[in-house]
């Protein structure tokens, strides 16, 4: 009865260990709103990644503004050179931050003011400044003639890149509730093992504990990696920027999930000190026999050894003594009785007349 009591508790504080671990990987990941902000100067800090979103901001100024690129000095690469000049500025990264942060959180309901659009004035900008030796801007290759001056110059609508505006209000309560369920889920957890640890095989329930703790550290070693791998085959364009998102996101677990995994190593080693309950409640023959003379008290005496009992062995049955004849009673001496009587101390003696009835008599009782 106390092993499946021990049982049960054991996998109820697993589950509770397990849901206490799911909600502090959530609210220190994709669940914090400050986390899109670092996610975005990570971007911008590598080179790769800040490679990869250059490519579209430069495709969204070329198709929104009608700029042709054959008509740049450097084609192409002139409009990625600026804009990852503007990037490397921090108003210009400020700029992308921005939206990026906002949008971020949004999602997880909170109300953020930040934009949800990038401006991409300031990339314009900087293209009329490379264009003005050439005698064009970006007004021109908008459609807007040199004679409109000005004017047409502030028509021009300045393009922008779009982000996701979505507001989900729900996910603040969501959020809020897994939050505040991770230290009492944490707490449940400890109490359920311990228990488990007090009534059960405390060798069995160290180990259980340590495999799960080992187990649920190393899954972050091994889950970065298979996202990055997974963007690599289905998003080839994107994924160096998947895998500074990843990176920077789980950033926050790498020291708890580090901890984890040492914290169980050293309790497998330890469970081997663990006495088992088994033999912790079964004192050996030594003991035994020491607990009573350390009280005073006079050890039980040996049980003696079992008898067998000896079966008397059947004697055959006395055969009858042979009829006495007068031929044989003549040749027994007055000294040895007749075979089955009992000799007597003192043998009487025979008549003297041997013609007499009474000497016929003696011998024939003999």
């Not at 250059?54 to 000095?73: E, K, M, N, W, Y």
């Not at 405390?202 to 791998?229: H, M, Q, S």
């Not at 003379?293 to 055969?319: C, K, S, Y």
């Amino acid at each position: 009865m106390r092993r499946i009591a021990s049982r049960l508790l054991l996998r109820f504080a697993l589950v509770a260990a397990s849901i206490a671990w799911a909600t502090f990987v959530f609210t220190n990941t994709i669940g914090d709103p400050g986390r899109g902000e670092r996610v975005a100067r990570a971007v911008l800090d590598d080179p790769d990644a800040r490679a990869e979103i250059i490519a579209p901001i430069s495709d969204a100024v070329v198709s929104t503004t009608g700029l042709r690129t054959d008509q740049l000095p450097g084609g192409p690469a002139t409009v990625d050179a600026v804009v990852d000049q503007v990037l490397r500025d921090p108003a210009g990264a400020q700029a992308f931050i921005d939206p990026f942060a906002g949008s971020w959180a949004r999602l997880l309901g909170e109300d953020d003011p930040r934009p949800a659009e990038f401006d991409l004035a300031s990339i314009l900008d900087d293209l009329d400044e490379l264009l003005a030796p050439l005698g064009a801007s970006t007004a021109t290759a908008n459609g807007a003639g040199s004679e409109a001056g000005s004017e047409a110059e502030a028509e021009i609508v300045v393009p922008s890149v779009p982000l996701p505006r979505a507001q989900l209000d729900w996910m603040r309560g969501v959020r809020r509730t897994v939050s505040a369920s991770t230290v009492p889920m944490a707490l449940l957890a400890v109490g359920l093992a311990a228990g488990a640890f007090a009534i059960g095989d405390r060798r069995r329930v160290t180990r259980r504990v340590a495999i799960w703790a080992i187990t649920a550290g190393a899954l972050w070693a091994v889950i970065p990696p298979l996202l990055v791998w997974a963007a690599r085959s289905w998003a080839p364009g994107a994924d160096a920027v998947v895998a500074v998102t990843i990176d920077e996101a789980t950033s926050g677990l790498r020291a708890t999930a580090l901890a984890l995994v040492v914290a169980g190593g050293a309790a497998v080693a330890a469970s081997w000190l663990v006495p088992s309950r088994r033999r912790a409640a079964e004192p050996s023959a030594a003991a035994r026999t020491a607990e009573p003379r350390a009280q005073g008290a006079t050890p039980p005496a040996p049980r003696p050894p079992e008898q067998t009992a000896v079966l008397p062995t059947q004697q055959p049955p006395a055969q009858p003594p042979p009829p006495h004849t007068p031929h044989q009673a003549a040749h027994q001496t007055p000294h040895q009785a007749p075979h089955g009587a009992t000799p007597s101390s003192t043998a009487p003696e025979p008549p003297t007349d041997p013609d007499s009835d009474a000497l016929w008599d003696f011998y024939s009782s003999r």
